[in-house]
């Protein structure tokens, strides 16, 4: 997999990870499952009073079995109370059918509390017998990484390259910018250059970066197309919609990678299918990161 394609990949499951919560992180856990190991991850609950539990898969050639738990907030009482109760339930099973339980857990910085490392690590002392695994976002990053192209684009979408990137055109840049200016904008948005340091002020993680870097690339060709265009207020209302998108976004999320992905979408539209208009979505939003009021200015010394 090339580097570009990789920071596209991981950037995008970041932000489904981030947003997937309760149910939809069970569902994101087993598609993936699936998709890594077709025919032989059972996403099925087959194990009588365990359905109660959600318990979420099994993997018989690694003789595992995964319990998935994916809170809004991960509050001491409640969590020790639900692994306990699927532990527990999952016990009289050991041995005939799996020797590794697994905790799944969604916690953004791949942390666990102390208080829960200290339960799973007394319950390893209690159960000598039994391996107890933790597998967070790492571990399902790494998954994710190790599937093949084609069931990545299944999970993720498709990915633009390195050739979509040198051979983009004015006509790629057309529809996208068609779209961002249909948006409806306050009159009153400035337009000011952008500091150097801004990457750094805002806290954009290393693949947000190299996507951001990589549109850079071609912002010359945005501005190009702006400038060539009759309707000169065209550049004014793409720059508009994007702030507007930008501070809506900032209302739902702190996480400045996440607000990334999420504009990066929003300049694709209806286009997210398509490779080309991809990399023509990662050349405006470059464009409009130098060129407006996006993201936070640092302060002026």
């Not at 409640?78 to 692994?83: N, Q």
């Not at 409806?184 to 750094?200: G, M, S």
């Not at 010359?220 to 994007?242: E, H, I, M, T, W």
């Not at 996440?258 to 997210?272: C, E, M, N």
Request: hydrophobic share 40%.
């Amino acid at each position: 997999m090339e580097p570009f394609a990789r920071h596209y990949f991981q950037l995008a499951f970041r932000v489904k990870f981030y947003d997937a919560r309760g149910d939809e992180f069970q569902k994101l856990f087993g598609r993936i499952m699936n998709l890594r190991f077709p025919g032989d991850f059972v996403q099925t609950r087959p194990w009588g009073r365990l359905g109660d539990n959600k318990c979420d898969g099994y993997l018989p050639s690694a003789r595992k079995f995964y319990q998935c738990y994916g809170p809004d907030e991960m509050t001491q009482s409640r969590t020790l109370e639900k692994l306990n109760d699927d532990f527990e339930g999952a016990l009289p099973f050991a041995g005939r059918f799996f020797d590794t339980w697994v905790f799944v857990h969604n916690s953004r910085d791949g942390r666990l509390p102390a208080w829960l490392v200290l339960d799973l690590q007394a319950r390893r002392v209690a159960h000598p017998e039994l391996r107890i695994e933790t597998f967070g976002y790492e571990e399902m990053l790494r998954e994710v990484l190790a599937l093949d192209q084609g069931a990545l684009v299944d999970l993720l979408g498709p990915f633009p390259s390195q050739t979509d990137f040198l051979s983009l055109r004015f006509e790629d840049l057309r529809p996208i910018l068609t779209h961002i200016a249909t948006v409806a904008v306050p009159a009153d948005i400035a337009v000011r250059p952008v500091p150097t340091a801004k990457l750094e002020y805002n806290r954009l993680g290393d693949d947000a970066r190299q996507l951001l870097l990589a549109g850079m690339r071609k912002a010359a060709l945005v501005r190009s197309y702006l400038d060539r265009q009759p309707d000169k207020d065209l550049a004014a209302r793409v720059s508009g919609a994007f702030h507007r998108m930008y501070e809506d976004y900032k209302q739902t999320s702190s996480d400045p990678d996440t607000i990334f992905h999420r504009l990066q979408v929003a300049v694709q539209g209806p286009f997210t299918q398509q490779s080309k208009q991809i990399v023509a979505a990662l050349a405006v939003l470059a464009y409009l990161f130098e060129e407006c009021d996006i993201f936070e200015r640092p302060p002026e010394t």
